[in-house]
């Protein structure tokens, strides 16, 4: 028997410790993880999305490939059709939105942002998956109820994997692994929450994977352990001495490689900015060379290998 309890559905009790002579038993009750399921199938994406954080067994629920098509099955069942209108140009231009519009059973109005302007939309969608495409830029499917990257973030791949930063409360580090073809939260960012899209990157450096955040006059650089999934500070650079050459309200420089562990190679992301070789140690700057042409710059190894 289900009794409500201050507005909650779910109610797990504490241990009662009851003595019998010597010894001590600990009562412990729970909903049977069944009911628990049929309780989770009738709820939101969004709720879904904060209930993975209760328990690995909650995660393991949510995420069954089962478990998603039941709650899909029912939502068309209790809501039918949600409606997506999706926003080409907002106002200022940079802030590309999404706006989720109402279903057949009650108004809602919700804003999804994206990380890339200027797409289109192909009409239609397959189990809650919409598929956006440009001329200018690879064509994406995505889950407008569950991918908030960060906006205008390239995305990192490492290791068999590409990795994001996410558009949140809590930024995270959101990968997708290229063999299982699954999402995975990795792990939260070591900077503040919600940062300016701009002032943020995420790279590789020294064969680890690196976050980075500008905070004038300085950008801090830490890597992350692949086994703890903890952040271990690398360097912090002082961008009044890079000043002019860098842009400083633009987007920040980006680390590309380090070589003899103290030497650092920063490329400016804004228009013609140039490769500047950074010393650790002395915290000197040497312009390596200055673009005529826009473009990006990657760490890269030669090899012999053919596609």
Not at 82 to 99: G, R
Not at 102 to 127: A, E, H, M, Q, W
Request: glycine residues 4%; charged residues 20%.
């Amino acid at each position: 028997m289900l009794k409500k309890r201050h507005g909650s559905i779910l109610k797990r009790h504490g241990s009662d410790k009851r003595r019998r002579g010597s010894s001590s038993s600990v009562e412990l009750e729970l909903l049977p993880h069944d009911v628990i399921e049929l309780i989770l199938e009738r709820l939101p994406v969004e709720s879904l999305r904060r209930f993975r954080s209760v328990s690995k067994k909650w995660i393991s629920t949510i995420d069954s490939p089962r478990f998603q098509s039941r709650q899909l099955n029912l939502r068309r069942q209790s809501r039918g059709h949600d409606l997506l209108f999706v926003a080409y140009y907002e106002d200022p231009p940079d802030d590309v939105a999404q706006h989720a519009l109402g279903s057949s059973s009650s108004c809602i109005y919700r804003t999804v942002k994206f990380p890339f302007p200027n797409v289109l939309l192909c009409y239609g969608s397959c189990d809650g998956l919409v598929c956006f495409f440009c001329i200018h830029t690879p064509n994406v499917v995505v889950n407008p109820a569950t991918h908030p990257i960060l906006r205008f973030q390239k995305p990192v791949y490492f290791d068999g994997s590409l990795y994001w930063l996410t558009d949140c409360v809590e930024t995270k580090v959101l990968s997708f692994d290229l063999h299982t073809e699954t999402f995975q939260v990795i792990c939260k960012t070591p900077f503040a929450d919600a940062p300016r899209p701009s002032n943020v990157v995420l790279f590789i450096l020294d064969d680890c994977l690196c976050a980075s955040e500008k905070t004038w006059p300085t950008q801090v650089i830490w890597s992350l352990d692949s086994s703890s999934k903890t952040w271990k500070q690398m360097c912090s650079i002082d961008l009044t001495n890079t000043f002019p050459l860098f842009d400083r309200c633009g987007l920040m420089p980006l680390p590309v490689a380090i070589l003899e562990k103290n030497k650092l190679y920063l490329h400016g992301r804004n228009y013609l900015e140039p490769l500047m070789l950074h010393d650790l140690n002395t915290k000197s700057f040497e312009v390596v060379s200055t673009p005529t042409t826009p473009g990006d710059c990657i760490y890269y190894f030669e090899s012999l290998f053919s596609v």
